[in-house]
């Protein structure tokens, strides 16, 4: 019945190139993949410990149900990740779309519902991973479903991978894939997660595609002092000599630079932005305004203070087990996020510089994603993301954006994969809302993942299938 349900007129949109396209009706589709999305959301993926082959399960148990064939690959049984193919003729190379299945951690108490049940209200869909990452597997899983209803001919292969442990445990996923099983997932292009639209006045006014993202590079500060009673001061007090290390490194005003895709990135903003705003984003770099525009950043929109620099957070203290008892040693975990073309090593150093403290010692956490050069934006993948994106939204312009967060999309490009990020469009609002990724009451606009599942698929109709 759902077969009946799309309406399948083959039209010739592109009378330059003959690309076939076909209409779908999004209403019935998009009801069918919001639906999805709430199943995947309901089932709890948390990282640790992961569990996603039951996503993976719940992934296969559907396009099975299509006649779509999948296969599982786990280097832990309960850790799986699912590849699906549609094969062309072999005149292009793939294009591998992905999505991961695994999800951070909740606080449930801070949760106004519980944050598994994928509830919808108010036009959203609530639930830990609408956001991050379960919105690009739906939409991948409705690409691949689509692909064989409408039985597209293509002239490259289209391969989907629902990937495992993405957040911090890429050994059983991605790295996996990488050097156990490249040729199942080896392609020319990729496209995943670490985009988003920004909607104005009820339209998409900007469209961001990821083309790059900074360097989880975290490190753990450990102060040390003399243990001893509460009731007395000492002036070697690891919680004190912490403190001072967690605030002097968190309000190190690092330095600011440019690259490719954020120069383009604010060129094209300031072309498009009220005059007011104009104005910071014409000025990022002119020494007399930087002090200014930097602070408005922050306050404003941190997420242009972030891709500017790198950037210093802290996120996790640690210290004392007693409230009258001081601890001989307390610890900080600084979630360290680098430029792509940062210089690690340097970097610890002038950190170190800026604490001036031999108590407190700089433990960097071990490299688990390689620096990777950032994707092309004059290339044909780059250039169809671009013409969909203002096909659907001609108000719209689009933006190449570094990724302030980090995708398995690093180690695709160290593999000399072109790599994309996509994401629904949000209103500034709710992107400085604590409804976000990996926030509490994390949510995503029932009408943003539906043009997201269209906007995909319309991008893998020009890109693979034949003329």
């Known amino acids: 019945m759902r077969r009946l349900l799309l309406l399948v007129l083959p039209l010739f949109l592109n009378a330059a190139n003959g690309q076939q396209s076909y209409l779908v009706d999004w209403d019935v589709v998009g009801r069918e993949a919001i639906d999805h999305l709430v199943e995947l959301v309901k089932i709890p993926s948390v ?54 299945t695994d999800v951070v ?26 956001l991050d990452d379960k919105d690009n597997v739906a939409a991948g899983m409705m690409v691949m479903i689509l692909l064989k209803r409408l039985g597209v001919p293509l002239d490259r292969d289209v391969i989907f991978l629902a990937e495992a442990g993405e957040e911090g445990t890429p050994e059983v996923g991605i790295n996996f894939m990488v050097e156990r099983h490249w040729d199942v997932i080896e392609a020319e292009y990729s496209i995943a997660e670490g985009g988003q639209g920004v909607i104005r006045d009820g339209r998409v006014h900007t469209f961001g595609i990821e083309t790059t993202e900074k360097m989880p590079r975290r490190v753990t500060l450990v102060a040390r002092g003399t243990p001893g009673h509460g009731s007395i001061p000492r002036l070697d007090n ?55 525009v930097q602070q408005q950043f922050l306050e404003t929109f941190p997420y242009h203070y972030s891709i500017l620099r790198t950037s210093v957070v802290p996120t996790v203290i640690d210290a004392g087990f007693r409230r009258n008892v001081i601890p001989s040693e307390a610890s900080a975990i600084l979630d360290i996020r680098m430029l792509p073309d940062e210089d690690v090593d340097g970097f610890y150093e002038q950190l170190a510089a800026v604490i001036d403290d031999p108590r407190v010692e700089i433990v960097p956490e071990p490299v688990y994603r390689p620096a990777a050069p950032a994707s092309d934006i004059d290339n044909e993948m780059f250039q169809t993301l671009e013409r969909v994106a203002v096909e659907m939204y001609p108000e719209a312009t689009v933006l190449p954006i570094m990724s302030t967060g980090a995708t398995d999309m690093a ?11 996509i994401g629904p469009a949000r209103t500034i609002d709710e992107i400085n809302s604590g409804f976000g990724a990996h926030g509490d009451n994390e949510r995503v606009a029932e009408d943003a993942f539906v043009s997201m599942v269209e906007y995909l698929w319309r991008v893998i109709l020009e890109m693979a299938a034949s003329e």
């Open 238 to 292: 690891a919680v004190m000599i912490l403190a001072n290390a967690v605030a002097r490194a968190s309000a190190w005003q690092t330095e600011m630079r440019l690259n490719e895709t954020t120069e383009t990135y604010f060129r094209r903003l300031a072309a498009i932005a009220p005059q007011e705003e104009a104005v910071l984003y014409e000025n990022v770099t002119n020494p007399e305004m930087t002090q200014a």
């Open 411 to 421: 180690q695709m490009r160290a593999m000399g994969v072109q790599s994309y990020g």
């Open 105 to 130: 951690g909740v606080q449930t108490e801070k949760w106004y519902a519980d944050p598994f049940s994928g509830i919808r209200e108010d036009g959203y869909i609530y639930g830990r991973g609408t």
């Open 47 to 100: 990282n640790p410990p992961g569990n996603e082959t039951e996503v993976a399960g719940y992934i296969k148990a559907v396009l099975a149900a299509e006649g779509v064939e999948s296969e599982l690959y786990a280097l832990d049984p309960a850790r799986a990740n699912l590849v699906a193919r549609h094969e062309g003729n072999g005149s292009k190379r793939p294009i591998l779309i992905m999505g991961h």
